[in-house]
C-alpha cells in the first residue's frame, strides 16, 4: 500500500491542479490583508487568523479540495488508464483508500502552508507570541481535517460519476455555493458540514445563528461523512476495470 502512495504521489507532481492550490495558499492572506484587523488588541494573531480562515473554509478551501480530490479520484477514468493499475495484484479498495490518504496529506499541507503565510500580517502590524502562534496552528490543522471530511459527498460523486469529471466540478461548486449561503439560514447552518467546521473550531468571525446546539453539528458531519465514507469503499469494491 506504501508504494500505491508513493504513485499517487508522483502522479500529482508537475500537475496543475497542484499549482491552482498552492495560488490558492497565497489567496486568502492577501485578501486578509485587505480585509484588515484591529492590531491594538492583545489578541489580534488571532482574530486576523481567525478572519482569513473563515474566508478559506467558505470561499476557496471547497472549491481547490473539492478539485484536487476530484482529480485524484477521476484522472485514471479519464485518461483510460484505470485498467493497467490491475496488471499487478491490487485491491480496488486499497487504491480508494490509498487516494483519500495521499488527499489528506495534501489537504493538511496546504492547511499549514496557508496558515504560515498569514505572518505576511505583520505588514499591517499585526503581532504574535509563540502560544499564539501555536494555538492558531492547532485550529487551523483540526479546519483542514474537518474540511477533509467535509468533502467525502464530493469525491462519492466523483468515483460514481466515474469520467464525469464535469459532472464532479459541478457538484463541488454547488456544495460550496450551498454551503456559503447556508450561513445565512439557522437549520442548514447546524447540519451542513463545511459550515460545521466555523463552529466547531469556534470561529466567531461571522455572526452566524444556529437553530441546534453543537452536538447536531457534530452528528450531522460525522453521518454525512461517515455514510459518503462507506459509499466510497462500497462503490470502489463495485467499479469495474
Known amino acids: 500500500m506504501v ?3 508513493i504513485a499517487e ?3 500529482l507532481k508537475g500537475s496543475n491542479i497542484v499549482w491552482i492550490c498552492l495560488a490558492g495558499c497565497f489567496l486568502m492572506p ?5 480585509v484588515g484587523t484591529s492590531v491594538t488588541r492583545p489578541n489580534a494573531w488571532m482574530e486576523y487568523c481567525t478572519n482569513s480562515m473563515w474566508m478559506s473554509i467558505l470561499l476557496w478551501w471547497p472549491c481547490i479540495f473539492g478539485l484536487m480530490g476530484t482529480y485524484i479520484f477521476t484522472r485514471e477514468r479519464i485518461e483510460n488508464t484505470y485498467k493497467n493499475l490491475f496488471i499487478i495484484p491490487i485491491g480496488r479498495v486499497p487504491l480508494v483508500l490509498s487516494k483519500l490518504f495521499v488527499l489528506l496529506i495534501v489537504i493538511l499541507g496546504i492547511t499549514f502552508l496557508s496558515y504560515v503565510l498569514n505572518i505576511v500580517g505583520i505588514l499591517i502590524g499585526v503581532k504574535f507570541t509563540l502560544s499564539e502562534f501555536v494555538q492558531g496552528l492547532g485550529i487551523y490543522m483540526s479546519s483542514g481535517l474537518l474540511m477533509f ?3 467525502f459527498p464530493v469525491l462519492l460523486i466523483a468515483l460514481i460519476s ?3 469529471f464535469l459532472i464532479s466540478v459541478c457538484v463541488t461548486f454547488m456544495y460550496a455555493f450551498l454551503s456559503f449561503i447556508g450561513i445565512w439560514s439557522p437549520v442548514l447552518s447546524s447540519v451542513l458540514p463545511i459550515v ?9 468571525s461571522l455572526s452566524i445563528d444556529y437553530s441546534f446546539p453543537i452536538s447536531v453539528n457534530l452528528i450531522c458531519m460525522g453521518l454525512i461523512g461517515g455514510i459518503s465514507f462507506a459509499g466510497i ?3 470502489a469494491g463495485k467499479q469495474e476495470a
Do not use: D, E, H
Request: with cysteine; proline share 0%.
Open 196 to 204: 460545521s467546521i466555523l463552529r466547531i473550531c469556534n470561529n466567531t
Open 30 to 34: 492577501v485578501m486578509s490583508l485587505f
Open 233 to 235: 469503499i462500497y462503490a
Open 149 to 151: 471530511i467535509a468533502i
Open 9 to 11: 504521489f508522483r502522479k
Open 162 to 164: 466515474q469520467k464525469g
Open 3 to 5: 508504494n500505491i502512495v
